[in-house]
């Protein structure tokens, strides 16, 4: 019934807005390309709005965005994974490849009787980020979400992810060690930047996301115990004035930090680059909260910020140590601790000779493993590796004990 | 007028009779409802449209035969040329006159139109297909002889010397459906109309009477939603209703009601009814799943 | 094969799953020729056609007051499907929303499921404007 513009070699789905300012988005910009120039073209089945195009083709790649506005969360999924069965009822004939990065998008992709290999890209799990975003969530409702994980975990061919932490969750889980790879978020190194005109002579950054799980209130907090430092600025660069954004405003006015908060919202990368590279620190404040330290994370922020050749300032957690060494590219602190931060955060501030060797040790550690090029190329020799398996298709790794029951309803 | 005209004989005598007689009763599918009563409120609507102008017509052939008459009697044209031509315009005048009469006797209260066909084409979205609806329709006019409940005393009003207001009650449409989920809609509307016949000398010493109008009206609904497929719960009111809610063994009763006011003899926004209905439902929450939450 | 997927129902919604007749120009349903738009020539379904006409019917008064007469109803209308559906679409517009029965091609999650969603928390969440990633950038 849905005819596509041209038979597509690859097929990349992704529940998410494409393209964007967020870090999935960035993900995203990387990742289907590199799909597409493995398998010589491909489908790029993402979501979008009113003034994003819903079908566009450009060369070998045709976009295919679900542009249906349904209020309610699951119900729009669900929507969106039906729309992408027929997308995949239509590319059955040429499909070899397959990769998707959530629960929406994977029980079409990973059928029992499929010719293509199907790849899992896991950054998180539904079944464990929505409460966050949505507190009534019935545990039934999220059980069955964990079913349908667990089944695309098994049944998929190979599972990638960024970050060791969240490749020994998936373990726990009962996914097969073999088939996991961890490649980690990348950043290409950023040259000097010129210095944005309305910036203050000197400061601190943060800048992402604003979920209760990035811990930006420890770092207000922390920044209420620097304001002996006169002329120190703190720089929010926030992805959207969200109602977290707000909450935190008034916040850093309760800790009468008004005058001394700067709040950016929705820079475009090449705004945002300015900002970081003249930055003194950088600061990711993760909490100390079953999503980061259990599921784990990758936040691309300390990533982009190495490449930048600013010293990091983060929450001590798995997630974080695989991307920096304490006292070497930045400082590592105890989580949800204002004074620790704010004490490692002075301590640097009062050596530039210090934050100078990490900056240095930054690039070099972006530049050595962390660049996407080194991502990429880690992708694409495992979509090779898939090539040459083709008729090892959703071998069984699940622990016997970890049942999926209904998950193929 | 040849559209209205057109319009008016096309319909079937089953239609037709509804024009005649004004009323319905009985069980209907929503579909056959529509289908008999569409062609109707076409027809009305171009008549409502058209009799105005048939009306002007009716009266410019009036002034140009009497204007004729006098031309003529004054010796202008002669009585040979001048007798049939006003004979002719005095024949169109009638004849217009006929048509607008006869419109007029067929007309439909405009709350058929624009709250009684939109509501049921609403209602039959929520209906298994085939299924009936009962429904009892009065389209005579609001201010019928029949509907006057009294009339006040005269009394001054402004420059009004002499004011009779003229009550009229006018319960034109009721009706019940059962929904495609199990649970059922009934509904009665009633409404209170003044009619104010307000009287006033005008300059030139004329006695002037024109009519004002005033009404509330009366919107009430029962809504029953079965257990097997709801529960019900609290909701946020948004909008200004009266709301009770009377729980029985296998099924809960919400009966709802709201007063809608208007200066005028035009009907409301069938909105208003449907606000009424949708009030209902948004206290409706899924029953649990048998076995409840795991 | 999957049956019509538009939904019926106007204070609660159900699924339609009538045979398909085709699918939808615009959104890619498939859909039964009951939930085919006339008004369109017969190339969207009932939901993509009010969508896109929809908001020209519907009225609705900035203070909320109810208007003595809309227009949506009041000159030619022919109450047929394709106003119904406009209707509808401008009804949930301006704040309806309708209880749902049943999970389009997913009789997995039920209406307990998508009613757990119904609370939105935030817009940051990383989910609700649609992001189902790692919100992180
Ligand atoms: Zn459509
Ligand atoms: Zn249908």
Redesign the interface.
Known sequence: MTTLLRSPESLYAAYDRFPTQKGASTHIARFAPALFRHAGGGLLYVLGDSSMPQRQLEENVEIVRFRREIPNFLERAIAFQSALSRIVDAARGSLRIAHFRDPWSGPPLVTANRSWAAVYEVNALPSIELPNAFPSVAPRTLAKIRAVELHCLEACDAVVTPSRTTASMLERLGVNRAKITVIPNGADPVPSQPRPVDAPERYILYFGAMQRWQGVDTLLRAFARLTDLDELRLVVCGSARSRDARRLESLASKLGLSDRVVWQYELHDRELRPWLANAELSVAPLRECARNVEQGCAPLKIVESLAAGVPVVASNLPPVREIVTDGIEGRLVVPDRPADLARAIRVLLHSPQRREEMSIAARRRVEESLTWDHALAALTALYERLDSLPHQRGRIALRPEISIEGARA | MKKTLAALNALTPEQKAVLQEKRLEGSYTPQAMLALLRPVSEFDRLSDKSRVGIGCWSAVFFVLAVVCLIVTANGVIPWLLGAPLILGLLGAFLFFLVTVIRLSKVDLSNNFRQIALPFVAILREDMEKGEPMQMKLDLTAPTAKTKKTGESDAYALGVYYKVVDHFYRDAWFEGSAWLADGSSVSWAIVEDITESMRTKRNARGKHKTKSKYRKICHLAVDVTLPHKEYSVGAAEPSIDAKVKVKPAEKRTTLRLKRKVKIKSNEPWDVRALIELVAEAFRRAKPAAPAGGAA | M?GC?CR?????L?DCDQP?A??CG?????VCSRHLSPASGFTQCLDCWAQGHGDEQQKVADDGS?????RS????????DD??YG??HG?YRS???????G???????????????????????????????????
Do not use: K, L, N, Q
């Open positions: 999957m997927e019926g129902g106007f204070f609660a159900r398909v085709t699918s615009t959104c890619g349903r498939g109810v208007p003595a007469v809309d109803v009041a000159d030619d209308a022919a109450y047929d106003w119904a209707y509808r009804f704040g309806y929303a309708p209880i749902y029965f999970s389009h091609s997913s009789r997995y999650y039920d209406t307990y499921d998508t009613r757990s969603f119904d609370d939105d928390y935030g817009d940051e969440s990383g989910f609700s404007e649609g992001d189902g990633g790692f919100g992180d950038s």
